[in-house]
């Protein structure tokens, strides 16, 4: 991950995301791109269109970024930092940013105190997640720049699991943070033999020290999950789903209200293109 990509509109959760930013990129060596957008209203009559508004580009908007910049740079050291302003709408500005600079990863904030909540309904960051081709970060506001030490990736066996595992490995292995592959399953037996198989063909695929497996048992999975986060004392949830089943699962498993109460640890998602399981489960 060489180029990481932070929205901000200097609210203070998207200034907490640039600066969780900004850590990462130190470990990383990573350049950051800081991006900005505005919308110019408009207003459509029977006869004209009527720009609402002057562009939003001030000194004001110039100083903000140019402290965001600073700051990022005290955090992170001597790391490329670009910035960018733009005149679009926020998703079209974040993917158009994406393809240009070959971003590797987004980081995006939530709002409010709600957590997880904010971003996985009803939100800008809910729409973005769900509509961007590179890996995200989600930083809720309460989220710290703390070390990372165990992050989960939490797997229902998917074929390219292995290749989400090993860009996981490019951020942890600089901490050395301990990754725990993990496993949810309503049903005992199936879950152990399942993780069992996973574990005995994935290890030959990882070339990393600091891999552990661990499978959960829950009637519900989203419970499970949630427990899984706090019992492992988790700094980070990582996932590889697509994109509609993930927000189908968040519909029916109220995953909003029972992530909110992880509102410190962030959600690291990876796109597939479509499930492709390895193993019927």
Same mark, same amino acid.
């Given at each position: 991950m060489k180029t990481i990509l932070v929205p901000t509109d200097f609210s203070s959760h998207a200034t907490n995301a640039v600066m969780y930013a900004a850590s990462?990129?130190?470990? %990383?060596?990573?350049?950051?791109?800081?991006?900005? $957008?505005?919308? /110019?209203?408009v207003a459509i009559s029977e006869y004209s269109v009527i720009l609402m508004?002057?562009?939003?580009? #001030?000194?004001?908007?110039?100083?903000?970024?140019?402290?965001?910049?600073? =700051?990022?740079?005290?955090?992170? +050291?001597? *790391?490329? /930092?670009?910035?960018? *302003? =733009?005149? #679009?709408?926020?998703? #079209? +500005?974040? =993917?158009?940013?994406?393809?240009?600079?070959? /971003?590797? %990863?987004l980081? %995006? +904030?939530? %709002?409010?105190?709600? !957590?997880?909540?904010?971003?996985? *309904? !009803?939100?800008? $960051?809910?729409? *973005?997640?769900e509509n961007v081709d590179c890996p995200v970060l989600i930083i809720p506001a309460c989220a710290s720049q703390k070390k990372l030490e165990k992050i989960i990736y939490a797997t229902d066996f998917q074929f390219n699991d292995f290749r989400y595992i090993n860009q996981l490995i490019d951020l942890a292995r600089p901490s050395q943070a301990q990754i725990i592959i993990t496993h949810i399953s309503t049903h005992k037996k199936q879950d152990e033999e399942l993780m069992a198989w996973f574990k005995e063909i994935a290890e030959p695929n990882i070339a990393y020290p600091f891999i552990s497996f661990k499978s959960f048992t829950g009637d519900q999975v989203l419970d499970e999950l949630c427990h899984a986060i706090k019992f492992l004392e988790a700094d980070m949830v990582c996932m590889a789903t697509a994109r509609r089943s993930f927000f189908e699962k968040i519909l029916h498993g109220s995953l909003t209200k029972k992530m909110a109460y992880h509102c410190e640890v962030p959600l690291l998602a990876f796109h597939l293109e479509e499930s492709k399981k390895l193993y019927p489960v």
């Open positions: 990462l990129a130190g470990l %990383l060596n990573a350049k950051v791109i800081l991006f900005h $957008s505005y919308h /110019v209203p508004a002057e562009p939003a580009i #001030d000194q004001n908007t110039l100083d903000e970024l140019q402290l965001l910049e600073k =700051r990022v740079k005290e955090i992170a +050291g001597n *790391i490329p /930092v670009e910035t960018i *302003i =733009r005149e #679009d709408l926020l998703l #079209d +500005g974040i =993917r158009a940013v994406v393809k240009e600079k070959e /971003v590797d %990863l980081v %995006l +904030g939530t %709002l409010g105190a709600k !957590g997880l909540e904010e971003v996985l *309904i !009803g939100s800008h $960051s809910a729409y *973005i997640l």
